[in-house]
């Protein structure tokens, strides 16, 4: 297992290069981000070949899956996302799948996902990326966001049926929304495509909580 720090999570608002230099000087290899758009990519690329970092993560935009009217908009987006993760060498992007709508059943919004990354899964494997959808809590830190279960993500990962398309599965949320988190991951190991970790309550380091790492 490779480890790898969320920058924008951990180095809150702190400038991404000195927060990239602080992360090797603690001996760390690699890295995440996520809006990508609001940073300055030819600084990261050329920071990370200076200190010999490698990008495990980048996120897409923030745009419904679960809205078929934005299915397009979606697209382009990861296709852009794609050019990125080509120009940091980067083999990981990481998706949310958007808020439930009101007054739309679950049904047709789980469809709506399903159909969105299927559209999505030639430019996956033309480029050799994978796609990560991420479950979030509902309880705590996204109110009204659509993919609360890990369950339900499997189901999305089964039925999309591409090896470009795998879970994230984050331990902070899925703690908080559903424990059971050892046997979940070992009965879903195939599905997942990336980890992320903090310790519950508090989102603190992983050595504190529930769940001791």
Same mark, same amino acid.
């Given at each position: 297992?490779?480890?790898?720090? *969320?920058?924008?999570?951990?180095?809150?608002?702190?400038?991404? *290069?000195?927060?990239? %230099?602080?992360? %090797? &000087?603690?001996?760390?290899?690699?890295?995440?981000?996520?809006?990508?758009?609001?940073?300055?990519?030819?600084?990261?690329?050329?920071?990370?070949?200076?200190? &010999? @970092?490698?990008?495990?993560?980048?996120?897409?935009?923030?745009?419904?899956?679960?809205?078929? !009217?934005?299915?397009?908009?979606?697209?382009?987006?990861?296709? &852009?996302?794609?050019?990125? !993760? %080509?120009?940091?060498?980067?083999?990981?992007?990481?998706?949310?799948?958007?808020?439930?709508?009101?007054?739309?059943?679950?049904? @047709?919004?789980?469809?709506?996902?399903?159909?969105?990354?299927?559209?999505?899964?030639?430019?996956?494997?033309?480029?050799?990326?994978? @796609?990560?959808?991420?479950?979030?809590?509902?309880?705590?830190?996204?109110?009204?966001?659509?993919?609360?279960?890990?369950?339900?993500?499997?189901?999305?990962?089964?039925?999309?049926?591409?090896?470009?398309?795998?879970? @994230?599965?984050?331990?902070?949320?899925?703690?908080?929304?559903?424990?059971?988190?050892?046997?979940?991951?070992?009965?879903?190991?195939?599905?997942?495509?990336?980890?992320?970790?903090?310790? *519950?309550?508090? %989102?603190?380091?992983?050595?504190?909580?529930?769940?001791?790492?």
């Amino acid at each position: 297992m490779k480890f790898s720090v *969320v920058l924008d999570s951990v180095f809150e608002n702190q400038d991404i *290069v000195k927060s990239m %230099r602080e992360l %090797r &000087q603690l001996g760390f290899q690699a890295f995440e981000f996520w809006n990508w758009w609001e940073k300055d990519l030819k600084d990261i690329q050329i920071e990370k070949q200076l200190l &010999q @970092l490698k990008v495990a993560a980048i996120a897409t935009k923030f745009i419904s899956l679960t809205d078929p !009217a934005k299915r397009q908009e979606y697209v382009e987006g990861l296709r &852009q996302t794609i050019a990125v !993760a %080509r120009m940091l060498d980067c083999s990981i992007i990481v998706s949310q799948v958007g808020q439930e709508i009101v007054g739309i059943t679950r049904y @047709l919004q789980h469809q709506s996902i399903v159909e969105g990354l299927k559209t999505c899964v030639p430019m996956l494997r033309e480029s050799g990326i994978k @796609l990560v959808i991420e479950p979030l809590n509902t309880i705590v830190d996204h109110p009204g966001y659509y993919l609360y279960s890990a369950q339900e993500g499997f189901r999305i990962v089964d039925e999309v049926n591409s090896p470009y398309v795998k879970i @994230l599965y984050d331990i902070y949320h899925m703690q908080i929304m559903e424990g059971n988190i050892i046997s979940t991951i070992m009965n879903n190991i195939d599905k997942i495509g990336h980890f992320h970790v903090a310790g *519950v309550p508090g %989102r603190h380091e992983p050595y504190f909580g529930e769940l001791i790492i």
